[in-house]
């Protein structure tokens, strides 16, 4: 009586289907032990999509994640770097939504007239596009939920022959099983990465809380600390003008306060302090990759004020490339980090302040007049105090 263990490669490869390319198991045994090795997300991806190209030799092989209705390449073989920043929404990718709306795996006829995601994305083919291929999708799925697909591209005609739905499926339990375990460890770091930057940011409330609140019971004081109450309960955005010294950081801190956001943290940005290279990263956050040293996907500080106030001080000083994203984020609630196109939602209040004369600026050309409007829904000039006798 034969045991499975003692079966050879060849013996497995004729009774089952199993491919022909390096040892199967070998390779699926590699991919189930990194499940529990911990490696970093892009790591992981990749080293699951050597094992499967080892396994199956084929031309093309990508990873995506299902996020909602859209799916995001995560790692690639054969395939050209840009395919990696694209998303794909799967109505518009008949092939990609019929991988993921099934439960087995499938195969496309080389000839099929349906387009194929990564069409003009191939490196080797000609003009990348291979007409006649073969292409093998399947969906990945945890606890029963789709959280991406694994595709297969070969320009040979028939390379999938042979492949039994078995090897395909035992492969796409494990495939799935890294995706998730990446995305729950990815949300791991990114509460913690939250958590240590709110940390951050309660500390400095703290700290700049103990600078007291506004003195002064001047008319123009009060009439200031009136706007405040009034402005206060609002998600409107507020520009603080007034000269340096006169309390306008202490005038945003008494605004977050009041607000329904206090409990939060108020997030400071000094735009003056952003060197330029850095500033949109700062900002919007960055993913791996996307410039020397950007390792792991990192939020911004409008994610990290999603729910709270971001104070962007010394907007004067904002770089005017990097105004027209900010307008967005303000207009749109939302973002794309650095290196990306993916876009995220934030629920940010946001309040400005500069001791800048900004309509000078904006006449000079170096600040835009329409992030000027929108910044100033809710203008407060803070009077200097040779105005407050
Ligand atoms: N009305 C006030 N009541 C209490 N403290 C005040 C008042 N105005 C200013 N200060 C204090 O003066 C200092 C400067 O205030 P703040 O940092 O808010 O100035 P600013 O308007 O932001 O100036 P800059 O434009 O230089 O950034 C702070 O220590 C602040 O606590
Ligand atoms: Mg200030």
Redesign the pocket.
Known sequence: MLTTTALSQSQLRAVSGWPSAAQPLAVLLEIARDLTRGLAAHDRYARLLDAVCRAVACDAACLLRLEGEVLHAVSARGLVPRALELSFPRREHPRLDIIVGSARPVRFPHDSSLPDPFDGLVSGAPGGVAHVHDCLGMALTEGGEVVGALTLDAFGAGSFDGLSPEFLELLAALAGAALRTSALIEALERRAQHREQLAEELQRSIAAAH??????HSPA?SRLLRDIAMVAGSDLPVLIT?????????VARQIHAASRRAREPLIHVNCAALPEQVAESELFGHVAGAFTGALRDRAGKFEVASGATLFL??IGELALPLQPKLLRALQQGELQRVGSDRTHKVDVRVIA?S?RDLEREIARERFRSDLFHRLAAFPLR?PPLRERR
């Open positions: 600078s007291g609140s506004l003195l002064g004081l007034g000269e340096t010294g006169v309390g306008k950081e202490l001080d010394e302040a001791n803070v």
